[in-house]
């Protein structure tokens, strides 16, 4: 895909996302998208119609082709939801979004079937289940498939989350639609009377996610429970927890959720030492396609200075992580594999800008504490600028003196980014994982003693107390 010099975004898509947009009617909502994103070339749009058929049956269906083409985006006719993962210009692409709106099979007795006839819903049912299970299939392992549906009676008898859970995906979030986020979009009936607009009413977006299987073991995960979302009876998915305040269950906002690492979230790991950090990850989270996993060193400066760091390699390629090497933090955003990429989450843990004076220098040392600051504060600069909206950058630090004189939390501030969490750092949540000295003594192991896992998003936390605590 090409790259895009910098984000652009309406409502909850923007233009760092492969997004496929399918059963649209006259493509008005992929042009809105498009002309919100400028450029198009990160979309596929499809209809079930024909070139023919929307020439004929929709007003404006010509002229928002022709728009979207000339923005770059792949426009394909006659693409069945059924059976649209082996269409033979989907079969190898992977999306992060992939978008029905408004999904109707149309009128199994004409125009005046009635939407509550038990038929007529389980045809609904059956093109809902087969473009869920379709779109899996072409889903990115951290992607999300939107349905965007009336929640009133007869459409809520669809029951579109059990339909998801059927086919392995869960609810990761729903949300209020209105027409006013997307300018210019107009919901068609298609089904006969196909250019007739038609009132929205009570609609909701519903987001759901491919189901993992976790290794839970060392990580936070929350506690998981059925939920009691409308019409909906019960999938356990990782973003959703117990309320601490009470037994209901609610999601677990993005916040919320950072409290743990996740294979739902893109990670770029920085300033690794044996990768061994990194592979601990990847266990637990059973594929690592989510992780990139970065180290300053060369690939044979790991081999001659760390003796697992070989093995940690392996396993995390056999996992499917991307691995780079010569990645300096300071410019990472930079790097020509990097400065397109955006990240839920950036780990730089037990941050060292190694010794001024060799293996003599002090930690005491004022000069010492200045390079490292260096280090650090230019890691931050980097590090947001790569950051997804919602993002935390990640840095695990000893909190005790020399290391307090750091002042990290400030560090961060002069880069723009705001504390909003701090989390005692142990290494019993981490299996497996080294913590390894680099600087000079790289294979040894260090005690981590006091140390916290600070936590920094580009935007003030709500309570903003934190900032003045540390
Ligand atoms: C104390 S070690 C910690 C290694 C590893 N994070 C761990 O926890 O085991 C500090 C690490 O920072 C890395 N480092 C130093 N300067 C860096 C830079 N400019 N960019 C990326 N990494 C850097 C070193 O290569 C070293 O691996």
């Known amino acids: ?152 009676f007869p459409f809520s008898e669809q029951k579109i989350v059990e339909l998801a859970q059927e086919v392995g995906l869960y609810l990761v979030h729903e949300e209020h639609f209105s027409l006013l986020d997307y300018p210019a979009y107009e919901n068609k009936r298609g089904a006969w009377i196909c250019d007739q607009p038609f009132p929205v009413g009570m609609c909701i977006t519903f987001k759901f996610a491919k189901l993992h ?6 990580f936070n995960l929350g506690i998981t429970a059925p939920g009691p979302w409308s019409g909906y009876s019960g999938i356990i998915g990782p973003h959703m927890q117990c309320d601490v305040t009470g037994n209901m ?90 400065y397109n990429k955006r990240f839920d989450r950036i780990i730089y843990n037990f941050p060292h800008s190694g010794y001024s004076n060799g293996l003599s220098s002090s930690e005491y040392s004022i000069f010492q504490i200045l390079s490292h600051q260096n280090l650090v504060r230019a890691y931050f600069k980097s590090a947001r600028e790569m950051l997804t909206e919602t993002g935390e950058v990640h840095v695990t630090h000893k909190t005790t003196y020399p290391f307090s004189e750091w002042n990290i939390v400030t560090l961060a501030l002069e880069a723009g980014l705001f504390l909003v969490d701090v989390e005692s750092f142990s290494l019993w949540n981490y299996p497996g994982y080294q913590n390894k000295r680099g600087a000079g003594i790289c294979d040894q192991t260090f005690p981590v003693g006091k140390s916290s896992t600070f936590k920094f998003s580009k935007y003030l936390p709500v309570s903003s107390s934190m900032v003045r605590e540390y």
């Open 249 to 338: 269950p609610k999601y677990i906002s993005t916040i919320e959720y950072s409290k743990a690492y996740s294979s739902y979230q893109k990670i770029l790991l920085v300033g690794e030492g044996d990768f061994s950090f990194a592979a601990c990850l990847a266990r637990a989270f059973g594929s690592a396609a989510n992780i990139v996993a970065t180290s300053l060193d060369s690939r044979e400066f790991l081999m001659v200075n760390y003796s697992k760091a070989m093995s940690n390699l392996k396993e995390l390629e056999n996992r499917g992580c991307t691995i780079l090497h010569c990645v300096d933090c300071k410019t990472m955003n930079l790097h020509p594999c990097l």
């Open 1 to 152: 895909m090409e790259a895009f010099s910098f984000e652009r975004q309406i409502k909850h898509y923007n233009s760092y996302q492969k997004i496929l947009l399918v059963g649209e009617g006259d493509f008005s909502f992929a042009v809105c998208l498009a002309r919100a994103f400028d450029l198009a070339v990160n979309m596929f749009v499809t209809s079930l119609d024909s070139r023919e058929s929307l020439m004929l049956n929709y007003s404006k269906a010509m002229s928002k082709v022709m728009e979207l083409e000339a923005r770059g985006c792949k426009v394909l006719l006659e693409v069945d939801v059924h059976s649209m993962s082996q269409h033979p210009f989907l079969i190898s692409e992977r999306f992060d979004r992939i978008i029905y709106n408004f999904p109707h099979v149309g009128y199994l007795h004409g125009p005046f079937s009635a939407e509550c006839n038990g038929f007529q819903n389980r045809f609904h049912q059956d093109l809902i289940r087969g473009f869920l299970q379709n779109a899996s299939q072409i889903l990115t392992a951290i992607g999300e498939i939107h349905v965007t549906h009336k929640t009133t």
């Open 213 to 218: 299987s976790y290794t839970t073991s060392g």
